[in-house]
């Protein structure tokens, strides 16, 4: 059984392991994500997860309180966003639960605005959801300059016909 954690941050067996999840590249376009090698049924505990405590907003890290944040590059730093998320985190205890059943290679995600104030970096979503933001924030941010001009654009292509 391996971990995808390093041994100083923790052995047990609630920490996700690489019979249970492979981290992967992600349609090209973005980093590494994290896909389920095993199904996971609708309401069910995925893992806990660890890391390292931070009065920063970095990449990979999430919020745990206004001030506080837990930086994990390995494991929950890598869960892809979209707006109708297959995942969700529990802050308090450190723990990733299944919003709807998981199928062997779905890729997990969260919705970062549910557990960020502000992002590390605003970015345009190509989730595809139907409720899809198509500008990501955190849930307390305004849009940034860049977001304005992007749906800005993307509001001024939808009065077109594109084929």
């Not at 405590?53 to 890598?78: A, C, E, K, M, W």
């Not at 104030?117 to 924030?137: E, Y």
């Not at 941010?141 to 800005?152: I, P, Q, R, S, T």
Request: hydrophobic residues 40%; positive net charge.
């Amino acid at each position: 059984m391996t971990g995808f954690y390093p041994r100083e941050l923790g052995m047990d067996e609630t920490l996700p392991t690489s019979e249970q999840f492979a981290a992967a590249a992600v349609n090209g376009r973005i980093g590494k994500g994290l896909k389920a090698r095993v199904p996971f049924g609708r309401g069910s505990l995925l893992a806990h997860f660890v890391g390292v405590l931070s009065n920063r907003i970095l990449q990979h890290t999430l919020q745990v309180t206004p001030n506080i944040h837990l930086h994990d590059p390995y494991f929950v730093g890598l869960l892809s966003h979209a707006c109708a998320p297959n995942c969700v985190l529990d802050m308090a205890r450190l723990e990733v639960w299944a919003l709807t059943d998981i199928a062997v290679g779905d890729l997990l995600t969260i919705d970062y605005a549910m557990t960020e104030d502000t992002l590390f970096r605003q970015f345009p979503c190509i989730c595809g959801a139907p409720g899809c933001r198509k500008w990501i924030t955190g849930r307390r941010e305004a849009l940034n300059d860049d977001g304005k001009a992007y749906l800005a654009k993307m509001a001024g292509c939808s009065g077109r016909n594109l084929r």
